[in-house]
Each structure stands twice: as structure tokens, then as C-alpha cells.
């Protein structure tokens, strides 16, 4: 059992490693997906393919530059009664 293990784990993994990484394209000859209700027109592959700005918001990170105390918290009370 333990050969077999050391045959079949390295065939395993070098298997799961053989995935292709491409562009995403439509297959040919079938349609894209229905437009959008109420859109005016049938958005492109490629105008499917581009995020917008509430798919992939931007972030902002502030960062505090130095150590500063807490101000009293109304909410922070103890468990309990």
C-alpha cells in the first residue's frame, strides 16, 4: 500500500498542476447571454468581461501614523443585567 501511495500521490499532483490558465471567450457559434432588462443594447464579450466600479470597489485604507487613546464608548458595557 505504502508503494502504491508513493506511485500514485506524485501522478496525482502532477496532473492537478496541468490546468491551462487562458483569456475567457464565448464559445463559437453560441450566443451570449440575454441583454440585460432594460438595457438599450446586447452588451459585447468584452463589455461582459470589464468590472465596474461596485463589483470591484476601490479601497481605502487610513492607516494610523501614530499610537492615540480610545474615546469612551456608549456601547461598551459589561455582559449582563
Not at 502504491?4 to 501522478?11: C, D, H, S
Not at 502532477?14 to 453560441?30: H, I, M, T
Not at 492607516?63 to 449582563?80: A, K, V
Amino acid at each position: 500500500m505504502n508503494r502504491r501511495f508513493v506511485i500514485i500521490m506524485p501522478l496525482v499532483l502532477l496532473a492537478a498542476a496541468c490546468a491551462q490558465k487562458k483569456d475567457l471567450r464565448p464559445v463559437a457559434g453560441e450566443p451570449l447571454p440575454p441583454a440585460p432588462y432594460g438595457a438599450d443594447h446586447q452588451p459585447s464579450a468584452e463589455e461582459l468581461l470589464q468590472r465596474n466600479s461596485q463589483s470591484a470597489p476601490e479601497r481605502s485604507v487610513e492607516l494610523r501614523t501614530r499610537s492615540e487613546e480610545r474615546t469612551d464608548d456608549p456601547f461598551d458595557l459589561p455582559p449582563g443585567g
